[in-house]
């Protein structure tokens, strides 16, 4: 070391020293940083549990199968004995170093043709946390900006490395730069009416439920006589426009262009911070969020997903109502778009759609690819077209949005459902238009018709299970959001006789000073961001419970444990609705969308029976007293009377001198 130092004062060179580069384990961690390296040369301990190096200097325990270092303490024991936050890190970074080590052993071993290691409680543990690929020293929460926090709510300074090479193949060395967010804004187009309505609640309660970073916005497209009979302004954060349903220049009906127009009319009368919008359409269940980091979202390179049925972007139609027809692109839905690209691209995507709604010579379904040939899907092409015309490029993504009753491609897992087209399960189906006209959202405790149990699907086929599950997810997180919509509406529940079961969960939502809908529960934004103290109560509770979790050694994946090493949380408890007084405790188990078994609890003790249901019974058994007394009383009259032969009394006196004259 003093070899180097002197050699490098030498040739008068100057390093930039940093302290964010490296930490030995066992040494507590600067406030907000991250060091990229672990130096593992001196011991180091977590509580009673100890590492040297040393004492293994002549260890084979690279040739050994399935020989491995001692295991270090389990997260959830790391975060009973350790609160200060800064401490618990440094001890989070040690358990870090050594469970890393012992993944490599088994990689290692696993090259060199050794059998499976037997499933103890700590392998399952290694294998949960070598798929997750996050570190457990990064605990840290993100602000409104978009910043990195750490536990004592100051900016963390991240340090990312650039390994961008030059012409001779060498290393151009480190940039340090701020970990920062764009603040994103959803929004997402209805109309008043109830039909909407159902739409507007299924949709906010997804967005809590995802962790949908930002705020979220309804564009509500009312005509002012709309507006004073319509119930629905308290379903979520509103901006009202003017309705263009019935254009006011053309009186052309078309309720589709309210999208466009809406957003043109916030994008004109609403300030905005966002950097990112995120636009959607109201029949739509989001399950996971949708960031511009994900997906690679730029200014000048929005997202969206794949409409292979516009065709018009291949013939005359994209001729006719672009300038650059080769710059046309087949997709909608779902955008994602920087602001700045927004307030360009709005005043066109209205305009062109007013001009392909006009254009009613190339309706057909040769030109457009609408089936019906009414011109239903303008404003689809009127953003093709004003994309076109400002030379948008999109990057087109076909993981983010599927249609439930398609079955999703392999690998994965869609971020929004969109049910825009009728889907079914067996002999259940679902078709939002067949829902037009009900009034889903002011009539107390009405729902859609229960999907099937996934318990009961066919596993057999496992795209036909992935399939037919997540079409039954997205009817149950409708049927669930209108259950906590009548709830916070104040329906009395004795009404609710037709839910068999719903997921008694509170609700996620909140609205801050400013009226935005904001997310309750603290999203993972990249792979550093962990709600800390929210696992560390939930962990120390679970301790401070007993629960250990599973120590069976049979083969299969540890389910107790989550992608970071905490426990898994139990599901949620059901509530069950109906009228079967003989309800008993039942444990179901059916595979979800990743493989993974979940268990379903349902417990007597959260059952109700209705009390007309024992009013009933006690009249029956009233009825079957009375009836009973009635017989008993009938039958004892009868015995007390004489018995009457149906005789004569010439022959009555005549037998009686007989018996006189024996005698």
Not at 400 to 415: N, Q, T
Not at 473 to 479: G, P, Q
């Amino acid at each position: 070391m003093y070899g180097y130092s002197f050699g490098a004062a030498e040739v008068g060179l100057r390093h930039q020293i940093r302290n964010d580069l490296m930490i030995y384990p066992g040494y507590i961690p600067q406030e907000g940083v991250h060091p990229l390296l672990m130096h593992y040369g001196l011991k180091f301990s977590v509580g009673s549990w100890s590492f040297s190096k040393a004492d293994h200097h002549d260890d084979d325990i690279v040739y050994k199968c399935n020989k491995l270092f001692p295991a270090p303490p389990y997260p959830k024991e790391v975060l009973a004995m350790e609160p200060d936050p800064n401490r618990r890190r440094g001890l989070f970074l040690s358990i870090e170093c050594m469970n890393s080590l012992n993944e490599g052993l088994l990689e290692t071993h696993r090259t060199h043709g050794c059998p499976k290691p037997s499933q103890t409680r700590y392998i399952r543990f290694l294998k949960i946390w070598r798929r997750s690929r996050k570190t457990f020293s990064e605990f840290n929460t993100m602000n409104s900006n978009g910043n990195m926090i750490n536990d004592n709510g100051r900016r963390s300074i991240g340090v990312s490395v650039n390994n961008t090479l030059s012409k001779n193949n060498s290393p151009s060395g480190f940039t340090v730069e701020s970990r920062k967010f764009p603040k994103i804004h959803t929004l997402f187009s209805t109309e008043c009416s109830t039909y909407f309505d159902w739409q507007t609640v299924g949709l906010i309660h997804s967005f809590a439920e995802s962790g949908q970073p930002g705020s979220i916005t309804r564009l509500l497209s009312c005509s002012d006589e709309q507006l004073k009979t319509y119930k629905g302004m308290d379903l979520a954060p509103t901006h009202v426009v003017p309705s263009y349903s019935l254009h006011p220049l053309t009186n052309d009906w078309y309720p589709a262009i309210n999208k466009p127009a809406s957003v043109l009319h916030w994008i004109n009368h609403v300030p905005t911070d966002a950097e990112f919008l995120v636009i959607l359409d109201a029949d739509m269940v989001l399950r996971r969020p949708i960031t511009p980091w994900e997906f690679g979202a730029e200014k000048g390179r929005p997202v969206s997903v794949p409409y292979l049925y516009l065709i018009g972007c291949d013939n005359e139609l994209a001729k006719l109502h672009t300038r650059f027809p080769e710059a046309c692109e087949k997709v909608g839905g779902i955008i994602i778009m920087h602001i700045d690209d927004l307030r360009s691209f709005a005043p066109l995507w209205l305009h062109k759609t007013e001009e392909v709604r006009a254009d009613k010579d190339h309706w057909a379904v040769n030109f457009t690819g609408d089936i019906y040939g009414q011109g239903w899907i303008s404003e689809m092409y009127g953003y093709s077209f004003g994309a076109a015309e400002l030379r948008l490029r999109h990057i087109i993504r076909n993981d983010i949005m599927l249609y439930p009753g398609y079955p999703p491609p392999k690998e994965m897992e869609p971020h929004v459902l969109h049910y825009g087209l009728e889907f079914s399960v067996g002999n259940w189906s679902f078709d939002k238009a067949k829902w037009r006209d009900e009034d889903m959202t002011n009539v107390c405790w009405k729902f859609f018709p229960d999907p099937p149990n996934p318990a009961f699907l066919n596993v057999e086929n496992l795209d036909e299970l992935r399939r037919d599950t997540i079409s039954i997810e997205c009817v149950r997180t409708l049927n669930e959001a209108l259950y906590l919509h009548h709830k916070r509406r104040g329906c009395h529940p004795s009404v609710n006789e037709d839910v068999v079961m719903v997921l008694n969960t509170a609700n996620t939502e909140g609205i801050d000073s400013t009226g935005m809908i904001q997310n309750s529960r603290n999203t993972k934004l990249g792979d550093s961001m962990i709600n800390d103290e929210a696992d560390a109560n939930y962990t120390s509770k679970r301790i401070n419970e007993g629960e250990n979790g599973s120590e069976e050694e049979n083969g299969e994946v540890d389910n107790d444990w989550d992608s970071r090493g905490f426990q898994r949380e139990k599901p949620h408890d059901w509530q069950y609705l109906g009228t079967d007084s003989n309800f008993k405790t039942a444990n179901r188990k059916f595979s979800d969308l990743t493989g993974n078994i979940a268990e379903l609890r349902i417990s007597p003790k959260h059952s109700t029976t209705p009390l007309w249901s024992v009013s009933v019974l006690l009249f029956v058994l009233l009825t079957l007293y009375v009836y009973s007394s009635r017989c008993w009383l009938t039958s004892k009259k009868t015995k007390s009377k004489p018995r009457r032969l149906g005789l004569n009394a010439s022959l009555i006196g005549k037998a009686h001198r007989t018996a006189s004259t024996a005698e």
